[in-house]
């Protein structure tokens, strides 16, 4: 079944206009709640220096910030937010990432090269198949290992794996399946690209962590493409789609024929039982 502009919208629970203060307050206290009731003891997140990255790492320090200074004598272990730099080699993008942890000021930062991990699985795909794997699919495997190491950090430290995803980036599926689509929380969902920049400039956080063009940096062989090249459609037109506007009409198809396409990503696991089948 064929999705519409105002089930998506539904579905990703997009408002037309936010009230910028209570939405930073209500996501942070989410994060603080659902810690303290799964009893872990922060979170992990990769810090690229983008928008989405900045402003759910930021909104992971103000909850264990608030956490620390409310908590009970008996409990002895802080919070902590542990924010990552994860680079394949070296990231043309490091004095943004180096930005944007200067504004979170996280609880502890590490730096995980993912170099040697990638090529070694380019390696072994390459030896068993016979194949040489593209520059996509090495792209993909960027992301995978990128999300491993931050569940490998969140195992040692018992703490949640944050997500950036947002409606903007679910609408279209314009993520890695069970890489940086991958998570324990999403504090994100529900605002589009522009209401995550409103909510950057209220936090005050410096104007390039959410002017810079948004990019996957991924894919070797286009460093540095724009997440609107990649996808023929500008944030503006995706944003404007999810709150309830009219917009050119072969952009509007381009997002709904995304958005089901690519619906796989956003469910969890089919099984037999599922009726849609039958």
């Not at 390696?123 to 699919?137: H, I, L, P």
């Not at 090249?229 to 309830?244: K, R, S």
Request: hydrophobic content about 35%; glycine content about 6%.
């Amino acid at each position: 079944m064929q999705a519409d502009q105002q089930e998506i919208i539904n579905a990703l629970q997009v408002k037309p206009n936010i009230d910028v203060k209570k939405e930073i307050s209500e996501r942070k206290d989410f994060l603080k709640t659902y810690v303290e009731n799964a009893g872990m003891r922060g979170f992990v997140l990769g810090i690229s220096g983008g928008q989405d990255s900045t402003l759910a790492g930021k909104l992971a320090q103000m909850a264990v910030d608030e956490l620390n200074k409310e908590k009970t004598k008996e409990q002895t272990e802080p919070y902590q937010f542990i924010a990552l730099r994860l680079p394949y080699g070296r990231q043309f993008d490091e004095e943004d990432a180096v930005r944007a942890l200067e504004f979170i000021s996280p609880s502890s930062k590490y730096t995980v090269n993912i170099q040697k991990a990638v090529d070694a699985s380019e390696k072994a795909f390459e030896e068993a198949t016979g194949r040489k794997m593209s520059d996509f699919n090495k792209g993909n495997t960027k992301a995978r290992e990128r999300m491993k190491v931050q569940y490998d950090i969140a195992a040692e430290y018992n703490c949640l794996v944050i997500g950036t995803d947002h409606a903007a980036e679910a609408v279209t599926g314009f993520y890695t399946k069970h890489g940086d689509g991958a998570c324990d929380i999403a504090p994100l969902f529900g605002l589009n690209k522009r209401q995550g920049k409103e909510l950057l400039r209220e936090l005050q956080a410096p104007p390039q962590t959410f002017e810079k063009i948004p990019t996957a940096d991924l894919e070797s062989d286009k460093p540095g493409l724009s997440d609107e090249e990649a996808l023929g459609l500008t944030y503006n037109q995706i944003d404007d789609f999810l709150e309830g506007k009219i917009i050119d009409s072969e952009a509007e198809k381009n997002i709904i024929h995304r958005y089901n396409t690519t619906e796989h990503k956003r469910a969890i696991p089919v099984t037999v039982h599922d009726d849609w089948w039958k």
